[in-house]
């Protein structure tokens, strides 16, 4: 199976904090750059980060701070910690798997289904 999985959305109260995962059911995970990105309603899908193979990472200027991307090549998973929520953060969350830290910016390889996070109290 190409296409990632993504678990760990919910509700939550703003100010507090959500920690995503994205699964890839590949051998070969770790020469693959992973992204996060989300689509609120009416809006555009964007990017939050990208991280490398090697671990290197690329941040969309609005999500610096908040958002941190890390992966698990021995569990074949990457991860998105999310902190201090706001109500805008609402959205559904999606993960790429893509060939490199270029494709995965400009959004290019097997999307993941998307997972739900509300941001309400």
């Known amino acids: 199976q190409v296409q990632p999985v993504e678990s760990g959305g919910g509700l939550v109260q703003p100010g507090r904090s959500l920690r995503l995962s994205c699964a890839a059911s590949?051998?070969?995970?770790?020469?693959?750059?992973m992204a996060w990105y989300r689509q609120a309603p009416g809006k555009q899908r964007e990017l939050i980060a990208a991280?490398?193979?090697?671990?290197?990472?690329n941040y969309a200027n609005a999500m610096k701070g908040r958002f941190t991307i890390s992966r698990d090549n021995t569990k074949n998973t990457v991860y998105l910690q999310m902190n201090s929520l706001k109500p805008e953060d609402t959205a559904v969350y999606y993960c790429?798997?893509?060939?490199?830290?270029?494709?995965?910016?400009?959004?290019?390889?097997?999307w993941g289904q998307g997972t739900q996070v509300t941001v309400s109290s």
């Open positions: 790429l798997l893509a060939i490199d830290l270029v494709t995965a910016v400009v959004g290019s390889g097997f």
């Open positions: 590949r051998s070969d995970f770790n020469f693959y750059a």
């Open positions: 991280i490398a193979n090697d671990g290197r990472t």
